[in-house]
C-alpha cells in the first residue's frame, strides 16, 4: 500500500524506466520522486534498477581469455581469407 | 599480446593486402571482447559462434575502408555487435515484420561517432575474477538467458553497452517508446530474480 494517494505503487513501478531515462514530463517526475521518497515497497526496486545500470556493465565484462568457439571463428574465418588470397591469385 | 598502435596499423595493412596471419595477430587480442559483446546479445553459443564469424568477415571485408577516425578495436566491436543483431534478425526463431530491413553492418555507415573508449580485456579479467562478483555474474548471465530476445538486445544495449534509447531504436527499426517500454520489462524481469543481490552491491 502507498503512503501517498497518488501516483500508485503500481504506476511508479511501471514508470521506473521512464524516470531513469529522463523522458517522464517534469510534474511526473517530482511526483514519482515524491513516491520514491516516502514508499518502501517501491524504493528498493528502483534502487535496485539503479545499481543494476551501474555495475550491469562491470559485471558482465569479458573473460582475459577467448572461448574455444571464438577461436573456432577466427580460424574458420582466416581459412576463408586464405581461399580469397588464393583464388584471386590463380585469377590475377 | 596486445599490439602497439604503430604494430597494429602495419597488421592492418598487411592484413589489407589479404595477409591472413596479420588479420589473425590483428584480431587476436580482442576476440574475447567481440566474442562476449555478441553472446551477450545472443545468449547461445553456437549463435554466437556464427555471428562473430559474420562479424570478422565483415570486418576484414571492411578494413580498406577504415579510416582510424575511432579506435580499430572499438569499430570492430561495433561490426561485431552489429553481426549479433543482424544474426537475432535472420534467425528461423525470429519473426520478423520487415525482415529485408537488416542494419547495416558497418559502424561508420549509420552511427558517425561509434564508441571512443572499449573496456580493454586485462582490467576487465580482473573484474571478472573477482569472488564476490561471481556468483552475481552468473546469475546475470543465466537470468539474460531467459530473457525475450527482444528484450534482452534492448537491455544488454542498453544497460551493458551504454547506447543511447535513440540509437537503440535506429538500430532496431522500432520506435524509442518500444525500446524504453522492452527496456522496463527487461529491467523488471531481471529486477524480480535478482533485487536482493543488487541491493547488496557496494
Ligand atoms: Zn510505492
Known amino acids: ?92 | 599480446m596486445p599490439t602497439t598502435p604503430a604494430q597494429q596499423s602495419d597488421l592492418i595493412r598487411l592484413a589489407v593486402e589479404g595477409d591472413s596471419d596479420a588479420f589473425g595477430a590483428l584480431i587476436h587480442p580482442h576476440l574475447s571482447l567481440f566474442h562476449h559483446g555478441i553472446y551477450r546479445i545472443l545468449a547461445n553459443h553456437q549463435d554466437a559462434q556464427d555471428a562473430l564469424q559474420d562479424g570478422l568477415l565483415a570486418i576484414y571485408r571492411g578494413l580498406p575502408r577504415f579510416e582510424g577516425r575511432s579506435q580499430f578495436s572499438s569499430w570492430a566491436y561495433r561490426i561485431c555487435i552489429n553481426a549479433a543483431l543482424m544474426h537475432r534478425r535472420s534467425s528461423r526463431r525470429y519473426v520478423e515484420k520487415n525482415a529485408s530491413d537488416f542494419p547495416s553492418l558497418d559502424p561508420e555507415e549509420e552511427h558517425p561517432n561509434p564508441m571512443e573508449t572499449l573496456p580493454e580485456v586485462a582490467a576487465a579479467s580482473e573484474a571478472y575474477n573477482q569472488l564476490e562478483h561471481r556468483e552475481l555474474r552468473d546469475k546475470l548471465m543465466e537470468t539474460l538467458a531467459l530473457l525475450p530476445p527482444s528484450q534482452r538486445e534492448v537491455f544488454v544495449l542498453r544497460d551493458i553497452e551504454d547506447w543511447s534509447t535513440e540509437d537503440i531504436a535506429t538500430q532496431l527499426g522500432v520506435t524509442t517508446l518500444v525500446v524504453r517500454q522492452r527496456l522496463h520489462r527487461a529491467r523488471d524481469f531481471i529486477c524480480a530474480r535478482l533485487q536482493p543481490y543488487f541491493l547488496r552491491v557496494p
Open chain 1, 1 to 92: 500500500m502507498t503512503p501517498f494517494p497518488f501516483p500508485p505503487c503500481k504506476e511508479v513501478h511501471e514508470s521506473l524506466t521512464e524516470l531513469m531515462e529522463g523522458s517522464a514530463p517534469l510534474y511526473k517526475r517530482l511526483m514519482l520522486r515524491l513516491h520514491l521518497a516516502f514508499c518502501d515497497a517501491c524504493r528498493p526496486a528502483y534502487l535496485a534498477f539503479l545499481a543494476m545500470r551501474r555495475v550491469g556493465p562491470k559485471l558482465l565484462l569479458p573473460p582475459a581469455d577467448s572461448p574455444r568457439e571464438a577461436e573456432d571463428a577466427l580460424k574458420a574465418v582466416l581459412k576463408r581469407v586464405e581461399q580469397d588470397r588464393s583464388e584471386k591469385k590463380i585469377k590475377g
